[in-house]
């Protein structure tokens, strides 16, 4: 597509509940990234796919993170059970080379009630 | 530890006026550098890399490698500058991610 999508826009879950944040690169876009943003803070790294592999997950805030991308393309962040301090907003990002930059979504703003 | 310092959490100047930006960066070896701008309701975008050495919007930064810093520049202040600036570092290996800064917000002001 011509850029990065993300759904939903807006999601307001409830304390315990399960969600998914999907994201749709840019085709061709082997790299995709989430990251976390909370109000006043600059965004922070969640995880990082190369095609389907997950290469790095260490940002991932705790085991009720899980984000796949099984066919390269799609992704999907899952958060099970949130938690009032997961709410933020989740962005995504691709990119063909770091060198070139990153494109982002619009993000997904998470509250959790 | 790998770091990237916004020093100024608000920025304000008088249209027409310079503006500086400030970014400085703790990373060893040659970090790839990235200016981000976020208008309000729209989407994180790329404003410069380093690597490239341009300018886009009148902007300019350059990458002072003895200070460890890359500060946004623009010699002439436009209303439509009011944004929040991110600037972000990586490495392009196999760890891919930046690291950002906490954003300085622009006001420029009539």
């Known amino acids: 597509g011509a850029g990065v999508s993300q759904s939903p826009r807006y999601k307001v879950a409830k304390r315990g509940q399960d969600v998914a944040l999907r994201c749709d690169p840019i085709?061709?876009?082997?790299?995709l990234f989430w990251y976390q943003q909370a109000l006043g803070q600059g965004p922070e790294f969640l995880t990082y796919f190369q095609n389907e592999a997950q290469l790095d997950k260490s940002g991932l805030p705790s085991d009720r993170f899980f984000a796949e991308r099984p066919e390269g393309s799609v992704s999907t962040l899952k958060i099970q059970r949130t938690q009032q301090e997961d709410s933020a907003v989740y962005l995504c990002?691709?990119?063909?080379?770091?060198?070139?930059?990153?494109?982002f979504g619009s993000g997904t703003r998470l509250t959790v009630v | 530890a790998q770091r990237v310092t916004q020093p100024e959490k608000l920025l304000s100047v008088f249209k027409g006026a310079p503006v500086e930006l400030k970014c400085n960066y703790s990373?060893?070896?040659?970090?790839?550098l990235f200016w981000y701008v976020q208008y309000s309701r729209q989407r994180l975008q790329l404003l410069l890399r380093h690597i490239s050495r341009e300018s886009i919007k009148g902007f300019t930064a350059d990458l002072n490698k003895g200070e460890t810093s890359f500060h946004l520049k623009k010699p002439f202040a436009q209303e439509e500058d009011s944004a929040m600036y991110y600037c972000a570092g990586g490495y392009a290996g196999n760890n891919r991610k930046l690291i950002w800064g906490l954003g300085t917000s622009l006001a420029v002001n009539p």
């Open positions: 990002a691709s990119s063909l080379a770091l060198i070139r930059g990153y494109t």
């Open positions: 990373y060893s070896g040659s970090p790839e």
């Open positions: 085709s061709g876009h082997v790299s």
